[in-house]
């Protein structure tokens, strides 16, 4: 499938983890007498998962379309992830490095609260089913875990 590259925008996360890198002569003449060879990842709204640089390199020599593989995540958390995990083979400064281990940090930490949240949330369901109901008869409650 192609896009028209104007069509595209950078996902805002790329451009905090790994700023704006030069795109290199080589690889500007490689995109310019090939094309882009592996399509980008984009979400259906055409925000960039992964292809920054070449969607960069492509508005660059003057393409106007570009391939790419439409992609959904589950939440947004997944989908910051997938911006970190299609950048793993991808040289990489000490600063960048640092950045993604930041950034999975917080993923990791803010998919804990939600746990929490959802276990709080199953725990006090639990509890209303063993607790009086209209009726007024009295239900023993569970005791709570050690």
């Known amino acids: 499938m192609q896009r028209r590259v104007s069509e595209l925008r950078a996902h ?3 451009e ?3 700023g704006s890198e030069s795109l290199g002569e080589v690889f500007l003449h490689s995109v310019k007498e090939k094309g882009i060879l592996v399509p980008l990842a984009i979400k259906q709204d055409g925000t960039i998962i992964s292809g920054h640089r070449r969607w960069r390199a492509a ?3 003057g393409l106007q379309t570009v391939p790419v593989e439409v992609v959904s995540y589950d939440n947004e958390l997944d989908e910051r992830e997938a911006v970190i995990e299609f950048n793993r083979q991808r040289e990489k ?3 960048q ?3 993604e281990a930041e950034e999975l940090e917080a993923v990791e930490r803010e998919r804990a609260r939600r746990r929490q949240i959802e276990l709080a949330g199953k725990r006090n369901s639990d509890l209303e089913e063993m ?3 209209g ?3 009295p239900r ?3 005791s709570p875990p050690h």
Do not use: E
């Open 12 to 14: 805002p996360l790329n």
């Open 135 to 137: 009726d007024g008869t």
């Open 93 to 95: 400064t000490f600063s």
């Open 97 to 99: 490095k640092m950045a």
């Open 131 to 133: 607790l009086p109901q």
């Open 59 to 61: 508005m660059a020599v």
């Open 16 to 18: 905090r983890l790994y």
């Open 140 to 142: 023993r409650a569970p």
